[in-house]
């Protein structure tokens, strides 16, 4: 068993590694600066906590991590893959075989049940769960027949989390995933990627502007400006439940 963030990681526990990652994004003459110089490992099995103000370039690296963006500068490793050298049907597959995205806009398909939903996802992996266990993993066994808007948001955004882990993804990244939900529900979703985390022994990396949410991680990358500003680490994780804000 690998030893968590904290006990002393290995270099092969390491599945994520990005170094002197810069992105700028042009818009007409004028040139946005996302990210600056960013280096930042992340470990088999590890909740790491992406924490920052709007635009301080959370989801420019987490969408980098994932597959979905390219550097401008600076390099990528997933395992022993260079993924700024990969074309775009070699990123298609890294997010396609390792990659779960959730974000806090739940993108369901309204005329699909919720089982349906998460089926979609089964049809393009290789060793995907089924279906119901996915459902029943975050609680929502019983809804499975239900609508989108039969659902409450919170459900809505467990849904997703289900489709998003139904393919047994080696990591999942989640782009504020209450920032849509009040705090009973939201925690109720946070409780779901804790165990997903906990249980399963996914990588998740989880981007959120809400400081006590940070207590959910290993690890703590805090950013401003494009840049990491810090990188803490919890002694203790807490428990969703235990989180007030």
Same mark, same amino acid.
Not at 61 to 76: F, Q
């Given at each position: 068993?690998?030893?968590?963030?904290?006990?002393?990681?290995?270099?092969? &526990?390491?599945?994520?590694?990005?170094?002197?990652?810069?992105?700028?994004?042009?818009?007409?003459?004028?040139?946005?600066?996302?990210?600056?110089?960013?280096?930042?490992? =992340?470990?088999?099995?590890?909740?790491?906590?992406?924490?920052?103000?709007?635009?301080?370039?959370?989801?420019?690296?987490?969408?980098?991590?994932?597959?979905?963006?390219?550097?401008?500068?600076?390099?990528?490793?997933?395992?022993?893959?260079?993924?700024?050298?990969?074309?775009?049907?070699?990123?298609?597959?890294?997010?396609?075989?390792?990659?779960?995205?959730?974000?806090?806009?739940?993108?369901?398909?309204?005329?699909?049940?919720?089982?349906?939903?998460?089926?979609?996802?089964?049809? %393009?992996?290789?060793?995907?769960?089924?279906?119901?266990?996915?459902?029943?993993? =975050?609680?929502?066994?019983?809804?499975? &027949?239900?609508?989108?808007?039969?659902?409450?948001?919170?459900?809505q955004q467990r849904v997703? %989390?289900?489709?998003?882990? =139904?393919?047994?993804?080696?990591?999942?990244?989640?782009?504020?995933?209450?920032?849509?939900?009040?705090?009973?529900?939201?925690?109720?979703?946070?409780?779901?990627?804790?165990r997903v985390n906990r249980?399963?022994?996914?990588?998740?990396?989880? %981007?959120?502007?809400?400081?006590?949410?940070?207590?959910?991680?290993?690890?703590?990358?805090?950013?401003?400006?494009?840049?990491?500003?810090? %990188?803490?680490?919890?002694?203790?994780?807490?428990?969703?439940?235990?989180?007030?804000?």
């Amino acid at each position: 068993m690998h030893a968590r963030p904290g006990m002393g990681v290995m270099v092969t &526990d390491i599945v994520l590694s990005a170094r002197g990652l810069g992105k700028t994004y042009h818009m007409g003459e004028v040139e946005v600066v996302a990210l600056r110089g960013v280096d930042l490992d =992340v470990a088999r099995g590890e909740m790491v906590v992406l924490l920052g103000a709007s635009g301080s370039g959370k989801s420019t690296l987490l969408n980098i991590l994932g597959g979905l963006d390219v550097p401008s500068t600076g390099t990528v490793h997933y395992l022993d893959h260079d993924l700024t050298a990969a074309d775009e049907a070699a990123l298609t597959r890294y997010r396609r075989e390792h990659v779960g995205f959730v974000f806090q806009f739940y993108n369901l398909i309204p005329s699909l049940t919720a089982r349906e939903n998460v089926e979609l996802v089964t049809d %393009i992996s290789e060793h995907p769960m089924r279906a119901e266990d996915a459902l029943a993993l =975050v609680g929502l066994a019983e809804r499975k &027949d239900h609508f989108p808007a039969q659902l409450s948001g919170g459900e809505q955004q467990r849904v997703a %989390i289900a489709r998003a882990v =139904v393919k047994r993804p080696d990591l999942l990244l989640c782009d504020e995933p209450t920032g849509a939900l009040d705090f009973r529900t939201g925690r109720l979703v946070l409780s779901v990627l804790d165990r997903v985390n906990r249980e399963l022994g996914t990588t998740v990396v989880l %981007i959120t502007h809400n400081v006590p949410i940070a207590q959910l991680g290993d690890r703590v990358v805090r950013l401003s400006d494009g840049s990491i500003a810090a %990188i803490d680490r919890n002694p203790v994780r807490a428990r969703p439940e235990e989180l007030c804000w």
